[in-house]
Each structure stands twice: as C-alpha cells, then as structure tokens.
C-alpha cells in the first residue's frame, strides 16, 4: 500500500528540499521511494567522520532524522499538517570508514497525531550498522 500523499513521490521531488539545509552540506542524498520506505545514503567523508575517521553517530542521527522527517511530512497533506520529530534514538553497532552509509526508512505507525518510524542504517556491503526510532508529531496548520 502507498503511503505518500503523492502517490507518484519520486526522489527528486525530495532531493529539491536539500539546498540550503544541514543535509545539503553534508551530502545527504534520496535515491529511492517505495511504496512505503524511504533510501537515503550519507558519504563517509570529511563532514562526516569523527577523529578515529569513523562515521560520526550524530552523522547517523542526522541521516535517521532526515528520513523519517521528510517521510512524515511526505505522508501528510501539507495545506492541513506540518510535522515536527519529537524524540530520537540510535544504537550504533558497527563502524563504517569509508564509502557510503545506506539508510531505510519504514513506518512503525501512521497515526493522526503521532509517526513512529524506524531508520535501519546499513554500510555498502548492506551490514546493519546503526538502528534508529524517531517519532514525529503531526500538528494543525491552523492559519500558519
């Protein structure tokens, strides 16, 4: 079932949200919609690591956030909603050095007032690196 409120949600309608954002400056990048999942991946790179040259886990934070943000906000019609993450967590279980972070992003609940979405961050040769929950709250525009 496809979740988005545009059906035919492509990842360059969400890459468009980037400029100017800390995601832009990091090099955070959509490169694919599912009917209900989201891909993104982060380059392990300079703006990236941590001084032992790993990827920094506010890195992964940012990746996880910027997935499961962007998800809800594509869920809802944005004439009537805004949506705005309220909590985050993240367990890091393996260094990535190089190359690419993969992150996926899937619902755990779609409700009227509150998203709950999982973020599974994997490196290039798809080995789970870091799990991450982030809720969102779903608001009323009322006059924004």
Same mark, same amino acid.
């Given at each position: 079932?496809?979740?988005?409120?545009?059906?035919?949600?492509?990842?360059? $309608?969400?890459?468009?949200?980037?400029?100017?954002?800390? #995601?832009? $400056?990091?090099?955070?990048?959509?490169?694919? &919609? #599912? @009917? @209900?999942?989201? +891909? #993104?991946?982060?380059?392990? @790179? $300079?703006?990236?690591?941590?001084?032992?040259?790993?990827?920094? #886990?506010?890195? =992964?934070?940012?990746?996880? !956030?910027?997935?499961? =943000?962007?998800? =809800?906000?594509?869920? &809802? @019609?944005? /004439?009537?909603?805004?949506?705005?993450?309220? !909590?985050?967590?993240?367990?890091?279980?393996?260094?990535?050095? /190089?190359? *690419?972070?993969?992150?996926?992003?899937?619902?755990?609940?779609?409700?009227?007032?509150? $998203? +709950?979405?999982?973020?599974?961050?994997?490196?290039?040769?798809?080995?789970?690196?870091? &799990? =991450?929950?982030?809720? &969102?709250?779903?608001?009323?525009? *009322?006059?924004?």
């Amino acid at each position: 079932m496809n979740i988005w409120h545009n059906k035919a949600l492509q990842p360059h $309608h969400i890459n468009a949200l980037n400029p100017g954002t800390l #995601g832009e $400056h990091i090099g955070l990048e959509c490169t694919e &919609v #599912g @009917d @209900d999942y989201l +891909v #993104g991946t982060l380059p392990v @790179d $300079h703006r990236t690591v941590q001084p032992y040259g790993l990827l920094h #886990g506010g890195a =992964s934070c940012v990746l996880a !956030e910027t997935l499961g =943000s962007v998800a =809800s906000a594509m869920v &809802v @019609d944005h /004439e009537k909603y805004m949506t705005l993450g309220i !909590e985050i967590n993240a367990n890091h279980l393996r260094a990535i050095k /190089e190359g *690419k972070a993969i992150g996926t992003c899937r619902p755990l609940q779609l409700g009227k007032t509150l $998203h +709950v979405w999982e973020i599974r961050i994997c490196d290039e040769r798809n080995r789970l690196c870091c &799990v =991450s929950r982030l809720t &969102v709250m779903v608001k009323e525009r *009322k006059g924004l």
